[in-house]
């Protein structure tokens, strides 16, 4: 007899349910993670608006997102701070057990760890001046000796700025959240971002305007939460917690608040 999805689903529910209850029989990761009921979250914490730190905490899209799969596992999150230079090596040398904060998913990075599905799809974008705004409407706009771009070290962000504005003065700046605010104050002309973060910041900042958003720099990609692959069974149990959440439309709730 033909499952309806429905049934399908349930019986996907059941399984998990047993992985849950019986973690003794699971991958050394999860089990150590349902035994200490801790998931290890890293971040850099300084990506509007997945992934931020402040003297509050913690908040964001992926917070959110992260503490619902945690609750949903009967866990506790443990943030551990990293940053974009060190979070492949972070992950690998198990400091966490997952990895959020807006990640871009690519080849690069799935050849050495596990993504979960991807979401929020956006392309490379710029965020100027407002008053600026008619100077930038093309790539070879940006990579002209005059313009100052101010990058962060360690992401994708950089990697397009070395590769695409060698002809810009290019400069570094290890606080990401901060960047911005210098774009603004005149102490540099672009930041290279992705489409969320820019809108982010010029609906923040009247003085900023996020450039390239209608026709992006790149082709559409999505970010994703990272997973170490050393645990077959852990990466199965938190796609379908990613799963489950987004069924209920919880992922849709937290894209509402944070990414609209």
Known sequence: MMRTPFATFLAAAAI?????AQSAHAGPRLDRIMEAKVLRVGTPGDYRPFAIKTDAGYSGHDIDVIELMAKEMGVKVEY???????????????????????????????????????????????????????????LADLNQPAVRVIKNPGGTNETFVLENLKAAQVGT??????????????????MITETYEALHYA??????????????????????????????????????????????????????????
Do not use: C
């Open 173 to 190: 700046h290890d606080k990401n959240a901060e960047i911005p605010a210098l774009i603004a104050e005149g102490k540099g002309d672009v």
């Open 203 to 260: 609906k923040a900042d009247p003085r900023l305007h996020a450039a390239f958003v209608a026709t992006p720099l790149t082709p559409q990609n999505t970010l994703g939460f990272m997973l170490p692959k050393d645990d077959a069974d852990y990466s199965r149990v938190m796609e379908f917690v990613w799963g489950l959440i987004d069924a209920r439309g919880q992922l849709k709730l937290a894209s509402d608040k944070w990414l609209k």
């Open 80 to 138: 551990v701070p990293t940053s974009w230079p060190n979070l492949m090596k972070d992950i690998q040398s198990d400091k966490f057990d997952v990895a959020v904060g807006g990640i871009t998913r690519n080849v690069t990075r799935i050849r050495q760890i596990e993504m979960l599905p991807g979401y929020a799809p956006f392309g490379k974008v710029a965020l100027v001046r407002a008053a600026d705004k008619d100077k930038y409407k093309t």
């Open 16 to 20: 998990a349910v047993g992985v849950f």
